[in-house]
Nanobody
Framework: QVQLVESGGGLVQPGGSLRLSCTAS????????LNWYRQAPGKEREFVAV????????IYAESAKDRFTIARDNAKNTVYLQMNSLKPEDTAVYYC????????????WGQGTQVTVSS
């Protein structure tokens, strides 16, 4: 049974930081590119970042560049999203998702974790 379980969300003040984690099971983790997406209230789900099988390549949305860092630990079947300099517009449910390669539509999705940036 495939599972992707996100954690690390919460309430943070503008300018603060959070690190999201997503631990996977039920598939060969190192054979998938790992993505982070987010969905804000009333908006469509949007791409945030993706990392290749062994972490050699990363791609970020413009909104995430220079503030967010995606990383993975294949030994722990875990992907991370370090988010710094958070803004209220970063408020969303954040999802991790596994895809067969970069630029592929994800095949597996987690349930999401809420991130709220507010003073």
């Amino acid at each position: 049974q495939v599972q992707l379980v996100e954690s690390g969300g919460g309430l943070v003040q503008p300018g603060g930081s959070l690190r999201l984690s997503c631990t996977a099971s039920g598939f060969t983790f190192s054979s998938y590119a790992l993505n982070w997406y987010r969905q804000a209230p009333g908006k469509e789900r949007e791409f945030v970042a993706v990392i290749s099988f062994y972490g050699g390549r990363t791609i970020y949305a413009e909104s995430a560049k220079d503030r967010f860092t995606i990383a993975r630990d294949n030994a722990k079947n875990t992907v991370y999203l370090q988010m710094n300099s958070l803004k209220p517009e970063d408020t969303a449910v954040y999802y991790c998702a596994a895809a067969r390669d970069l630029n592929y539509v994800p095949k597996y999705w987690g349930q999401g974790t809420q991130v709220t940036v507010s003073s």
